[in-house]
């Protein structure tokens, strides 16, 4: 819990929100100037494509191919990944073809149209409901006459006026049950995407809003006093035992209205949250949620998902979140001022930048109750530290990739990967299952991830990770605090997918309204996520009464799901170390250094894969 409390602080960072802003505003620039990297996952353009094969007589055969925009986005994303020659090989795709997909992969970023099209033409948001004007102007009625509308309002009015639809719609659900739930749901999605929802309404406000009366599908008007009608069952990511918040919240002050800093800490095994008042960081209130107690539901054709070592299952860390962040009480939240967050390192997870939102808010609203068939997952599994598919041998060849690319002039000590760091995850899975990432086009740990759903981000340009976490993986330059091209370059690892490294405490954007805002207030600066382990080790350095900069002899033992041992140090003892280092293989070495929150401070780590496990 020490590790949310730093990030709440966002203490010893000395980054300005002046900075952030310029930072910002430089990246948007660079954006519209055209200097950004085209993402992996940019999807391809309009036109068919044709296949040319020769019979046993020589002749050369034509075959025109209709390609959807899915099988473009697919292809030019395998293109990005494995090359235009050996996309051409597997496929039998004409390369002149391929290479006018990517071309004009610009276009298709911005194509919202059906994934089935054949081309990119003239296109538009399809319609949830084939009668959605319909639908529209009888929530618009009721809005004008001032009637408190739910789900089973819009429910009746589908009955009564669209049965046949409503009819093949029910026909293709398990049960009664099931599609009623489903139906509830989809209206839900209705008045969300066309405004009906009550700003800021959320399971239990008493908050009104003086722009419309009606809410989401599932929700009652705030102005109401009845109750809702809806026959949605709440998801069981919301389901706040009485026992549990108790436990797990101290005494608070409904009268105190200081402002209170939000800290969140993802870890291996448990999702933990805390606000901290801003002015001496004193504890309000906390939360624990353990993952193995967030259940998952399995989708149409799914087996039931379940974590292996080493690899964990995105949509239950989300859940967590968004279960933990409610355990807290309403009114703390929303006093928070801003957010600071930290996680468990070295592990990865990619992800689809401009489904993300969407996706995000569906599985949050719903608890992850979809009966929609044709969901598609727009972020991966995650690979976590404790992962083991790269092997000794892999890791070696690795390492002599490595060796083979000269060091520049600002090369910093060797670079120690081992099995779990992203990069060298990254680069099995290019190697071994390329197809994977196929329509992914952005990549972070874990809480980069959730800081990009909290703050509503749908660009790849949009993705951050500071120093600590950018070292964790295996390949930052400690010398210009960017990542290493020789690394990249041995490992074969696409810079465009990789996020942008920041120092920590920089702002990377404010949290977001609707589901995907987990519950926090709107608007709040984001700070960029940070490694769990330094921020352990600044909360110890705070309840230590002693001189600025004596921290430099301290030596620390942190022992959670693994276990480390770590010194402060400065540049230095950095410098000493790298010398007298110098005839050694580091890259075998459980002895490293690292990036630390403030500047000009390393910390020298010894670190073990054992650690204490709690059950």
Known sequence: MEEANVAASGEGTDATMVQNATERTSARAALSNGTGTTPIASPGASGDASETSADSAGRRIQHRANYSVKKKRELIALAQIAGVREVCRMEGIPRRTLR??????????????????????RSGRREILPFGRELSAFLEEGRREGRDMTSSHMIDYIRQNHAQWLEGYMAGKKSAESGQAA?????????????????????????????????????????????????V????????????????????????????????????????????KANDGQTVAMANVSLSDVTVPTRHGEDVVENRIGVQNVDQVLLAVQRAVRLLPEAARRR????????????????????????????????GHNDDDTYEPVWSELITWQDQRCTPAFLESCREKIARFKPTENASPPIRIAAGYGLVSFAYTLENSPRTLVGMDACGTIHDFVAFVLCG??????????????????????????????????????????????????????TSAGHAGFGLPANKPVCVPMGDHPCSVLAALSKRQSQPGSESNL??????????????????????????????DQGNSSFEVRPFLFEDRFLGVAASLSGFVST
């Open 100 to 121: 006018h997909w990517l071309d004009d992969a610009d276009k298709i970023n911005s194509f919202e149209g059906p994934d089935t099209r054949k081309s990119i033409g």
């Open 555 to 584: 030596t620390l033992v942190n022992i959670g799901t693994s276990a480390q041992m770590a010194m402060v140090l400065t540049g230095a003892d950095v410098a000493k170390l790298s010398s007298s280092r110098e005839a050694q």
């Open 457 to 510: 981000h749908t660009l790849r340009s949009e993705t951050f990770m500071d120093t600590t976490d950018a070292h964790s993986w295996g390949g930052l330059n400690l010398q210009t605090q960017t990542w290493d091209p020789r690394v990249l370059r041995a490992l074969r690892i696409p810079s465009s997918m990789l996020p942008t490294v920041k120092k920590p405490g920089t702002c990377i954007g404010h």
């Open 183 to 231: 139906l509830a749901r989809l209206c839900q999605r209705f008045v969300e995407r066309h405004g009906f929802t009550q700003a800021g309404a959320t399971t239990g406000s008493t908050r009104s809003s003086s722009t419309t009366s009606m809410t989401s599908a599932n929700t009652p008007a705030a102005t109401s006093s009845a109750p809702a009608t809806s026959t």
């Open 233 to 276: 069952p709440v998801p069981p990511s919301r389901e706040l035992e009485t026992d549990v918040v108790q436990s797990n919240s101290l005494e608070y002050d409904v009268n105190d209205d200081s402002p209170l800093l939000f800290g969140l800490d993802i870890g291996t095994t448990a999702v933990k949250c805390v606000v901290v």
């Open 336 to 367: 928070a001022i801003s957010v600071g967050i930290c996680g468990q390192m070295h592990g990865i997870v990619w992800w689809c930048s401009r489904a993300v939102h969407e996706a995000a808010e569906r599985l949050l609203a719903t608890g």
